[in-house]
């Protein structure tokens, strides 16, 4: 009963999508209309499969040869695209128009009181001219804001080797700009600079830290940033149809689960902090960030398989369908194994994380909300059982629940870094010290883990909002091309990418706010180091190929041919398929 037409140029009358959907996804596809009333349709073209009376009446129904040679002939008619504007009930020509992508109905009612349908369409936009102006802004943010960290330490002039740092960002932005509006013209033009732009400000602020501290990290990470940005463009140049992921669905949670367990190798993997989790090759790497990609092609990739098994198929118990253990012990093994070998290593924060997605990504291929529930009930479950047994976990939740208390403060582990954090963004209040004029060296890893108190003590609350809502941005714009992407397995793949930025965000301000316990993620693309920000950018490279596929205008397939046409009738007789079948049987039987 959907209105919103898309590709109206093949409907099927008298078949309920929510009654035979394998049906009418394996005759539609994205290029058909599956309608419950005819009155929805007034107007939509010449097909006598659809013999209009009026809104009470339904249609009358005809053979399956002769819809297919009215489709034909009004397809070859209006050349692929229409804007009619046609009355209910009449058979008269479709005025051809220009190209087109979508078509909007609106119904209206002409001067004899008789329903009509207006048909507008509009081409679809590449999205270049945007992404240009955004990138620009996006750069300015950037460069800007270093200048304002130079200025507000008592600087004067220019920062050092900003005319060489200024020509170097123009051109890379330039040139990956180009490389992409080359290789995926259809691209959402609002993540790449979206993501540059958090970018930028996140070198801003390691500057500043730098100055304070007497360090030199930023000039590092701008130049990881230039290699962060080069492996998005070749991720959109390599990666030319994302559905090719789908073949290694298996191949991703091998490789996912061997990233987990390279730091437990003797001589490779370092322990910082307590934890596990990185790995020693010329610069310290955290495997597990690269990790939460191949996670997220494997979820998307078994689930799109048995999203039907899991959600309609098994018992029923206390109101819950529950699906058979054959279906959902891989996906339940997986899941297991990855948190068993981060409760290993000590990782919480990426255990966090993987839970995060495998529910969400589980609800969203089931439509259950069944799922979260259960999900909530197994995160209470192991948190209990990983705080009874992990000491490194139960000193961060003492930390978490007893920040503010004399001993906790002054033990050697305890809450200083979590309490100066909380007194930085106190001082800073609703707009900030104003950038470099604040006392970020105060707290440990201000320009890495604490880099979100280090921003908010500068710019205040309402900047940390500001940044807040870039990446929100990206969010919602991942799932909203989740929702207009053809294809199950992209929409539960960008689905799960979007969940896992919104729930890194979340786990990291929330453990510097003391929300929750802190865990160690960083923040993506503002905190200092080189995995997290390589691998956000590689993200930022699948949204923008998943993108171009989502907007990108359908293709038209080739026509029958007047000869294979003239068939389908000698085909309808060998199926034994008559007028007086339903369409659907006459779909089935041909």
Known sequence: GDTRIHRPDLVLLGLRADEHPRLAASVGGPRAAVVADHSQLAGRGPCRGFQSQGPAQHPEPVSLAESFHDFAHAHRARAGTTRATRTAGSTGPVEPARATRTAHPNFQSDAGGKSMSVVTQTSPRSGRLPEAVLLGLALFSGLSAYCLVHLGVGESGLPPSFPQIFLVTVLTTAGAHIAVRRFAPYADPVFFPAALALNGLGLAMIYRVDIAEETDHASNQLLL????????????????????????????????????????????????????????IGMSFQPAELAKICFAVFFAGYLVTE????????????????????????????????MAVLVMEKDFGTAILFFGLFVGMLYVATERVSWIAIGGLLAALGVAVIVSQVSHVQARFTVWLHALDPDVYDSAHGSFQLVQGLFGMASGGLFGTGLGQGYPNKVYAASSDFIIASFAEEIGLIGLLALLCIYLIIVVRGLRTAVVLRDGFGKLLVTGIAFTVAIQCFVVVGGVTRLIPLTGLAMPFLAHGGSALMTNWIIIGLLLRISDSARRPATADPLPSDDFLKTIPELEKDSSSNKNDALETQVVKL
């Open 307 to 338: 999203r039907d098994n899991l959600s309609l198929a098994g018992p029923k118990f206390l109101g819950i369908r529950w699906p058979k253990a054959r279906h959902f012990i891989p996906i339940l093994a997986a899941w297991a194994a990855c």
């Open 225 to 280: 940033s230039f290699v962060a940005i080069a492996l998005m463009v070749g991720t959109v140049i390599v990666l030319r149809n994302h559905r090719t992921l789908r073949r290694f669905t298996w191949t991703s949670l091998i490789a996912g689960i061997v990233l987990l367990l390279l730091p437990m190798v003797p001589g490779l993997g370092r322990t910082i902090n307590g934890a596990r989790i990185w790995i020693n």
